[in-house]
């Protein structure tokens, strides 16, 4: 889940669905606890300026906390990130919110300890909302991330926003095909609007606010159930999700041994081959692809076509499509190939039915890495050269 960009529809949906009753469950519960909500910020904002006009600098000074707190958890997920992506890591994603855990538990525990009598700054829930105010930043800045921007989870002030405007176009779109669809086509009619981008744009943010809406009444209903162990369901969620994303071995992706060396064969600078490896090790698990864009981001800038191995790989999800086709848009704008070796028809026709077709040229495509060898000199060539390219 926390490898990889979420590329698509079903991707950002999981996010915000597994993700966002987290932000609604910790949020009801820091009100309820602390008398204060932590998953956003908006309010906090206002009372701060409120409270500075009136000259009540005790409250405002907690305003300002939470703010604080909120932008420190979202400087801590960039700079996990940042470290995952410098070393190299797979799963780079998997430490900011083994972060976010840690302080969930800090929060769980103040929870319990607290006096829950006291709701004003300066007791020990001052300090207690802090903990759920910075997790709420970093799981925020952290899905932020994955969604480039497309899903939000601790808040749902913009899809309400958002829901409100693709509502307003999809109706019209609804009322304007219906002029398309004779009589009796009704079946025509409801495949296209399942299968619409607003569609499932709107089912996206019904997700968001419905997950969001579902933890808040879970939060409320164990609060006053055991309140003492409250904060456990999203800390144990958290961990078996991290669990999960760590224990599926990543694929390798590695240069291959062909190219360079005393063996090696002698290719141009242009032209650089990689394997995808399996981790022979654990051959019994289901290997997932690896986060190809962060590769493709770290080729050399002289590399103008890649030739890239499948031939390890048995399996190709819809996942594992979208990352290919994430990496061809990126070589279409940076004016690079991209070969791939290895595939057989029928995966072929796998990788085009999940939507990796566009940008995917079928002599492009080779059935053993020998022939993409020699697909990648004829590019290569053609590049340097200045010829064009006709298929």
């Not at 992506?85 to 769980?108: C, D, G, N």
């Not at 009796?184 to 296209?192: D, I, P, Q, Y």
Request: aromatic residues 6%; glycine residues 10%; proline residues 4%.
């Amino acid at each position: 889940m926390f490898v990889a960009q979420a590329h698509s529809f079903t991707q950002q949906a999981r996010l915000a669905i597994t993700l966002a009753w987290v932000a609604g469950y910790t949020n009801i519960v820091s009100v309820i606890a602390c008398g204060t909500a932590t998953s956003h910020i908006s309010g906090t904002s206002a009372a701060l300026g409120r409270d500075v006009a009136e000259g009540k600098w005790t409250l405002a000074g907690y305003a300002l906390y939470l703010l604080a707190t909120f932008l420190l958890g979202a400087s801590v997920s960039g700079l996990t990130t940042e470290i995952g992506r410098r070393k190299r890591w797979q799963s780079i994603y998997v430490l900011p919110m083994a972060v976010e855990v840690v302080l969930l538990l800090a929060f769980a525990l103040a929870v319990e300890l607290a006096d829950h009598a006291a709701h004003t700054p300066g007791s020990a829930l001052f300090w207690l909302s802090g903990f759920a105010a910075a997790a709420m930043g970093l799981q925020n800045a952290t899905i932020t991330r994955i969604s480039s921007g497309v899903v939000r989870t601790t808040h749902v002030t913009g899809v309400l926003t958002d829901l409100g405007m693709e509502l307003v176009q999809f109706c019209l779109w609804i009322a304007d095909k219906r002029r398309d669809f004779p009589p009796g086509t009704a079946g025509a009619l409801v495949h296209s609007v399942r299968h619409h981008p607003t569609g499932r744009r709107l089912l996206l943010l019904a997700s968001i606010l419905g997950s969001f809406i579902l933890g808040a009444g879970l939060g409320a209903l164990i609060y006053e159930a055991r309140a003492e162990l409250v904060m456990f369901p999203p800390v144990l969620f958290l961990l078996w999700i991290i669990y999960q994303d760590v224990r599926r071995p990543i694929v390798e992706i590695e240069p291959s041994d062909l190219v360079g060396g005393e063996a090696g064969l002698e290719l141009p600078d242009g032209l650089a081959v990689y394997h995808l490896k399996k981790d022979r090790r654990r051959a019994g698990d289901v290997q997932r692809m690896p986060d190809l864009l962060s590769w493709a981001d770290r080729l050399p800038e002289r590399t103008r076509v890649v030739i890239l191995d499948l031939g390890d790989v048995s399996r190709l999800d819809p996942n594992s499509a979208l990352e290919l086709r994430a990496v061809l848009q990126r070589f279409g704008i940076q004016g690079r190939r991209l070969v791939l070796a290895g595939l057989t028809p029928a995966q072929v026709d796998q990788l085009r039915e999940a939507g990796a077709g566009q940008g995917l040229r079928t002599a492009d495509v080779c059935p053993d890495l020998e022939l993409a060898i020699a697909r990648g000199l004829n590019l290569v060539e053609e590049a340097f050269s200045g010829t064009r390219t006709l298929v």
